[in-house]
Structure formats: structure tokens, C-alpha cells
């Protein structure tokens, strides 16, 4: 069965310094991974994916993350961070679709407080 | 750009009643997931459709039902609700085509928040 370990479930930092938010899976099979963020009150927006080939994935506002498959790791990092990412991130995991251009269910870590101080 | 819509917004039921959330996926879409979110914990996939057919079941209790419509609209029913069944409910889209490699993402709405009293 699939899991996700995110290992820090808060993560306090100074504005404009850099940051990584740490996270573990564990699957039998090939899988997909997602960083998904959180602002409070808000739906889950998607930062960045891991399918295929390079393992370093760039996302949005800045974020990029590393697939290590010998670690079984997919930390997302940013090297500047501000106030306005302040929020809560998830790490997630899917199964490689049963069929072509299909999508598994996601399976979610417990997610990462992400707290930015001026 | 159109985005997942989700119906209401917020939701308040006593314990006992019943509860029908609606998801309105992005056009073009054929597949919609449902996910849990209880207070402060992570997202808890429940149920999933495909072509209007269940795709893949979690952890969804016995008192949930859903189904996929039609114009692929997905509804949410709930039974018999429970203090624990408060939570952020929400709605994914994805676009699976079966016939190409490719891979395409979730969308999520913005969920519906829904208290038991």
C-alpha cells in the first residue's frame, strides 16, 4: 500500500530565507507525486508534479522539487521565501494509472505548516 | 479559465438529517474524485467515477453514496450524519483519455464545508 511520510508537520522560517519541506513515500510500484498548497480556508492548488523524466521539477511561485528514487524522497524547496507562502503544504502520491492517460486516486501526507515571519 | 465548482459552499445539518453536496467539474472533464478533509488533517480520497461508472472507493462510509450524471456533474449524498462526518469536502476533475500516454492532473474545487450539530 501507498503512504506518504511528511516529516515536519510545521516549518518556521524568516522571510526572503530559503526553505525545504520534506517529504517520503513509500509504493511497490511506479508512482506519481504532487506538492499541492493550501491557504487557509482555500481548496488545494496544485505547486508542482513529478511523472517522467527530469527529476528535478520546477512549479509555481517559485517552489521546485527533487525526485529521488533511492530515497524514496520528494523534498520541495525554495530559495527565497515570503510572507504570502505562508500556508499549508501537502505532499501526494498516485498510483501510475491502471490505463493510459488515466489518473489513480491521490494519497496525501499529513501536510506541512508553512509559517513565513517578517 | 474555468475551475471545479462545488455546491454549497458551506453546509449546516443537526445530526440524523441527510446532505447532498454537488460537483460541477471543468468542461471536458470525465472524471471526478471526492476527498475528506477533517479538521486539521489531510485530504481522505472517498469515492472517484469515471464515465459516469465508480472508478475506485475509499474510505467512504456506507451511509455515503455518490454518483456521476450525464453531463458529468457528481452529487455527494449523505445519510444519518454524524458529529464526524463535519469536515471540508472536495471535488477533483481530471481528464483521462485512455487513448494517448499522456497523464493529466486533478483540479480541485473549493470544497464544501460541512457541519454536524
Not at chain 1, 516549518?11 to 519541506?21: H, I, Q
Not at chain 1, 529521488?68 to 520528494?74: D, P, V
Request: charged share 15%; proline share 6%.
Amino acid at each position: 500500500a501507498q503512504s506518504v511520510t511528511q516529516l515536519d508537520s510545521q516549518v518556521p522560517v524568516f522571510e526572503e530565507a530559503p526553505v525545504e519541506l520534506r517529504c517520503n513515500y513509500s509504493s511497490s510500484v511506479s508512482v506519481y507525486l504532487f506538492w499541492y498548497v493550501q491557504y487557509p480556508n482555500q481548496g488545494l492548488q496544485l505547486l508542482l508534479k513529478y511523472l517522467s523524466g527530469s527529476t528535478l521539477v520546477k512549479g509555481i511561485n517559485g517552489f521546485e522539487a527533487e525526485f529521488n528514487k533511492s530515497q524514496t524522497s520528494f523534498h520541495l524547496r525554495k530559495p527565497s521565501v515570503h510572507i504570502s507562502d505562508t500556508a499549508e503544504y501537502f505532499c501526494a502520491v498516485s498510483d501510475r494509472p491502471l490505463f493510459s492517460g488515466g489518473y489513480n486516486k491521490l494519497i496525501f501526507g499529513a501536510g506541512t505548516r508553512l509559517a513565513v515571519h517578517p | 479559465a474555468a475551475g471545479v465548482i462545488q455546491s454549497p459552499r458551506h453546509l449546516i445539518k443537526e445530526k440524523r438529517e441527510t446532505a447532498t453536496l454537488k460537483c460541477y467539474p471543468i468542461p471536458r472533464h470525465d472524471t471526478v474524485y471526492w476527498y475528506q478533509q477533517g479538521p486539521g488533517q489531510d485530504p481522505q480520497f472517498l469515492i472517484s467515477f469515471y464515465e459516469k461508472m465508480q472508478s475506485d472507493k475509499g474510505s467512504i462510509p456506507d451511509r455515503f453514496s455518490a454518483q456521476q450524471f450525464s453531463d458529468y456533474h457528481s452529487e455527494l449524498n449523505m445519510s444519518s450524519l454524524e458529529l464526524g462526518d463535519s469536515a471540508l469536502y472536495f471535488c477533483a476533475s481530471s481528464f483521462t483519455d485512455s487513448g494517448t500516454s499522456g497523464a493529466y492532473e486533478q483540479f480541485f474545487g473549493p470544497g464544501t464545508r460541512l457541519t454536524v450539530l
